[in-house]
């Protein structure tokens, strides 16, 4: 079973502030994801990479950057957080082309 | 944009019982992901599939991309069978996932 891991698992963080949410795979998978579930919206797709040193836009990635250093990690980064980004937010890796995708067990994240 | 249609959006089942879980999609997708999402709210890959019909234990899935939608059956529910189920669907063009709303299961004694 693909490995997807994350932290912090839970997180407050005041108006304004940066935060950082950091995951790792053990996979080697090439493709990374981040998404984020709020009530009555499912998971969107806010980033994703294709392998170490690339980022692309999702669908909802205004306020966020991400950053692929290495093949095992990909990192989401607010760097003003806003209450309008309290979310829980999903991880996952994906070998790439048609391919199953793994979820890390998310970060539910409180922005006051 | 790409869109998933999921229903029903809640459904109450009995212990024994079964039912079907469907995901219509607007665009043409290549495969599709179904997770049940557990209390705890880790999602659980239950099923991947990029054509026809996969079972696992009590569960089934179909996925017809001609006529663009997945089905998950579920048969003789117990309990731990309550949750959030989600489909995801991969459109053509590149591996993202596109979630519909989730089903509410309840299974009920």
Known sequence: EAAVTQSPRNKVAVTGGKVTLSCNQTNNHNNMYWYRQDTGHGLRLIHYSYGAGSTEKGDIPDGYKASRPSQENFSLILELATPSQTSVYFCASGGGGVDTQYFGPGTRLLVL | ?109
């Open chain 2, 1 to 109: 944009g790409d869109q998933v249609e999921q229903s029903p959006s809640a459904l109450s089942l009995h212990e024994g019982t079964g039912s079907a879980l469907r995901c219509n999609f607007t665009t043409t997708m290549r495969a599709v992901q179904w997770f049940q999402q557990n209390s705890r709210g880790s999602l659980i890959n239950l099923f991947y599939l990029a054509s026809g019909t996969k079972e696992n234990g009590r569960l089934k899935s179909t996925f017809n991309s001609k006529e663009s939608y997945s089905t998950l059956h579920i048969r003789d529910a117990q309990l731990e069978d309550s949750g959030t189920y989600f489909c995801a669907a991969e459109p053509s063009s590149f591996s993202k996932l596109v979630f519909g709303q989730g089903t509410s299961l309840s299974v009920v004694p």
